[in-house]
């Protein structure tokens, strides 16, 4: 939902780095590639017991992670670049929650819940990318949602601040998941239910 609603606020930055980028030679590919090291960095800190300077890497990867699609958009974008892009933010999310889990090993079910769930959501959301016919300019349909990459990051934050009560932001995290699943289930079912909206195979 934020990354839909304030990408117009987020976007001059997202631009300014990456025409930077593009200045010294970096491509998106390897702009991807190190937003995913840095989150798996964040993971290393956070499990090390540095929580806020593992909160604060993470948001640099995001930041990267958003940057990397502007970059592309200016330079050539590819279907291996969204391929990588996709599975960069799975690895970030699966470190981050394993870093978790080594911290609080109490938390583990509640932990490996988020994760089933994460994987349900993510087995929609690219079935929906594979049926839907695309009109953005990403580089497959993107189905909006409550919870998007921000409010990911927003979970994940409060989850490694705020060790007291992880149980807690580990089920509020699942349950913003959860609506987003019914979210986008109820949207590709509309569209489907057209014929405008389908692939044709």
């Not at 964040?42 to 604060?56: D, F, K, Q, Y």
């Not at 970059?71 to 599975?87: C, E, F, K, Q, Y």
């Not at 690219?126 to 993107?142: E, M, Q, R, T």
Request: overall charge positive; some cysteine.
């Amino acid at each position: 939902m934020l990354d839909t609603r304030a990408r117009a606020l987020v976007q001059p930055v997202l631009e300014i780095i990456a025409r930077a980028c593009a200045r010294v030679g970096i491509s998106a590919n390897a702009l991807t590639l190190t937003g995913m090291l840095s989150g798996v960095a964040a993971a290393g800190l956070v499990a090390s017991g540095w929580s806020r300077w593992g909160v604060a890497t993470l948001w640099i990867s995001g930041t990267l992670d958003a940057a990397d699609g502007t970059l592309a958009r200016m330079t050539r974008s590819s279907p291996l670049g969204a391929i990588m892009d996709i599975t960069s933010d799975r690895v970030v999310e699966v470190a981050m929650i394993l870093a978790l889990a080594w911290r609080y090993p109490a938390a583990r079910l509640e932990l490996l819940v988020l994760t089933g769930v994460i994987v349900i959501a993510m087995s929609l959301f690219l079935s929906i990318a594979a049926a839907v016919v695309n009109h953005s300019a990403k580089s497959f349909h993107y189905a909006p949602g409550l919870g998007e990459r921000t409010e990911a990051f927003v979970c994940l934050s409060l989850m490694t601040l705020n060790g007291t009560h992880l149980r807690v932001w580990t089920w509020v995290f699942i349950g913003v998941i959860v609506v987003t699943i019914v979210q986008r289930f109820a949207q590709v079912r509309r569209l489907l239910s057209g014929s405008n909206g389908t692939k044709r195979g």
